[in-house]
């Protein structure tokens, strides 16, 4: 079955710089790749996501890149704020209605 | 914005005992999964369920576990006999299938379920 690996496990920035989480995915069959972020005690919930025929999407301060050779996709953050502390997933799926594969998840802490 | 709803928010059980966690899915998506989430580890997938049977499921949905959608709206997730190590938040999710392939899985607010 699909394996994904997350990493890092935790990333800590101060206010305005920017993150990146990197995942990698085992299974070339796999093409839709949703990222999740999921503050403390809460549910997750989508923030941006990419399918296999796009190399790169991007909305407003987010940002997701895809190499589907290397099999690696990554979550860009830019000009991060206090707001975007919290963990964030990264999950790979063969299609939008298949199980998701998530990755182990990012703890990012923004300091003011 | 319709949302899945799940109840309740926290089950405390004693082990060997059953317990029920009731999901309602937006009332449209024909998709439904469970996920459980151990303390501090990741979303793992339990079962989707389409076209009320069991689609897929993972290596932990054993025997102890079943599901069920007992009416048009609630979608339910049985452990017959509870465990310790069942001891994690519980997601509910749903997806509307529709003419994409691409579909977001909207998930609930969890319920903690706590074996003691």
């Known amino acids: 079955g699909e394996n994904v690996e997350q990493h890092p496990s935790t990333l800590s920035v101060q206010e305005g710089d920017s993150a990146v989480i990197k995942c990698t995915y085992s299974?070339?069959?796999?093409?839709?790749f949703p990222w999740y972020k999921q503050e403390l005690g809460k549910r997750p919930q989508l923030i941006i996501d990419?399918?296999?025929?796009?190399g790169e999407k991007k909305d407003q301060r987010i940002a997701v890149t895809l190499n589907k050779t290397a099999k690696h996709f990554s979550l860009h953050i830019t000009e991060t704020q206090p707001e975007d502390s919290a963990v964030y997933f990264c999950?790979?799926?063969?299609?939008?209605?298949?199980?998701?594969?998530f990755g182990k998840g990012t703890m990012l802490l923004v300091s003011p | 914005e319709p949302e899945v709803t799940q109840t309740p928010s926290h089950q405390v059980t004693q082990m060997g005992q059953e317990v029920i966690l009731r999901c309602v899915p937006i009332?449209?998506?024909?998709?439904f999964y469970w996920y459980r989430q151990i303390l501090g580890q990741k979303v793992e997938f339990l079962v989707s369920?389409?076209?009320?049977?069991?689609?897929?499921k993972s290596e932990i949905f054993d025997d102890q576990f079943s599901v069920e959608r007992p009416d048009g709206s609630n979608f339910t997730l049985k452990i017959r006999s509870t465990k310790l190590e069942d001891s994690a938040m519980y997601f509910c999710?749903?997806?509307?299938?529709?003419?994409?392939?691409?579909?977001?899985?909207?998930f609930g607010p969890g319920t903690r379920l706590t074996v003691l």
């Open positions: 990419i399918r296999s025929n796009v």
């Open positions: 299974d070339s069959a796999s093409n839709y």
């Open positions: 009332s449209n998506h024909l998709y």
């Open positions: 999710a749903s997806t509307f299938t529709g003419t994409s392939s691409y579909n977001e899985q909207f």
């Open positions: 369920f389409y076209n009320n049977e069991i689609s897929e």
């Open positions: 999950a790979a799926t063969k299609s939008g209605y298949s199980t998701l594969t």
